[in-house]
């Protein structure tokens, strides 16, 4: 039995289908027609996630610095 998702796991799944029309519009493409090898799609997954480590510790700091926490 399909399920229609609602609150949190909605807004997640539009943010994902919004991601795919602006990877199709810069790409011309979606990620399952790429042709990348295995090793390029972990090595592009790795380079995104130091950038989410990245966004995550300057927002930590942020509230840090809000909070007076060090």
Do not use: F
């Amino acid at each position: 039995m399909a399920t229609t998702a609602t609150g949190t796991e909605a807004r997640v799944c539009a943010d994902i289908a919004r991601r795919q029309q602006l990877g199709v519009a810069k790409y011309g493409r979606t990620v399952e027609a790429n042709p990348l090898q295995l090793r390029e799609w972990l090595q592009h997954a790795y380079e995104e996630a130091l950038d989410q480590a990245i966004y995550l510790r300057r927002s930590i700091e942020e509230l840090d610095a809000i909070t007076g926490r060090r």
